[in-house]
């Protein structure tokens, strides 16, 4: 079964170092654990579910923020056809009052990580999209956000990232040789965010990361 969240934290088989975060952000040093493993604390608090901020996601003319409901979530992300439940927290995860709720088709998914039933962080992937895709994507945030994005940007990676108080958004487009571009976009409190390691500081070396995994790829072809 393919999941959800490894469309994010893939990015940084190469770079999780964690180089400067706190011990609570960083990658467990156990060989045997998988890199994609998430080094969430044994307790992380509940996010300020009261703080509302600008920023949200989009779907079919519908709205999701920070603190709505898992029901709301699963209204504007709606299930796709031939999909399969998410509902299966990261490898390494820990907080049990942190839950999961989704799904995924294999090309399209949503899946939210829910506290006491509200969304703490929710992300929305497409998987082989064109260019042209991305570039709508990027101009309806645009339009529907007052904010100016921070760019992270390389060859074969791009990031952009919004803040507004606790929150932050972000969206991600990976150019995958022969099948196009992965593309996801992800809201949430910034301190879960962080732990994803979906923040412009993080992402940038992930980036780099990535772009010399493909480089040494090429030469060794």
């Keep these: 079964m393919r999941f959800l969240f490894l469309a994010i934290l893939a990015l940084g088989l190469a770079g999780c170092n964690g180089g400067g975060q706190p011990a609570e952000l960083q990658p467990a040093k156990d060989p045997n654990v998988a890199r994609s493993s998430v080094p969430g604390p044994d307790k ?5 579910f009261s703080v509302k901020t600008s920023l949200r996601m989009f779907r079919n003319g519908e709205e999701l923020r920070v603190g709505d409901s898992i029901d709301t979530a699963l ?16 490898s390494g995860w820990k907080d049990r009052d942190y839950t999961c709720q989704g799904w995924d088709n294999g090309t399209l998914g949503f899946a939210a990580i829910v506290n006491d039933e509200k969304v703490a962080l929710a992300l929305y992937h497409e998987d082989r999209a064109s260019e042209a895709r991305l570039q709508e994507i990027l101009a309806d945030y645009d339009k529907m956000i007052n904010l100016s994005p921070q ?5 074969r990676v791009r990031y952009w990232f919004w803040e507004d ?8 487009a990976v150019q995958i040789p022969s099948e196009g571009l992965n593309i996801s976009i992800s809201l949430g409190d910034s301190k879960l965010m962080d732990i994803f390691r979906m923040n412009p500081t993080l992402a940038d070396r992930d980036r780099q990361s990535a772009e010399k995994l493909f480089q ?5 072809q």
């Design 44 to 48: 992380l608090p509940a996010p300020d």
């Design 165 to 172: 108080g606790d929150h932050r958004l972000m969206i991600c």
């Design 216 to 220: 040494d790829g090429l030469q060794s």
């Design 151 to 155: 760019a992270v940007t390389g060859s």
């Design 75 to 90: 209204r504007v992300f709606r299930e796709e056809k031939t999909s399969y439940k998410v509902a299966e927290m990261p």
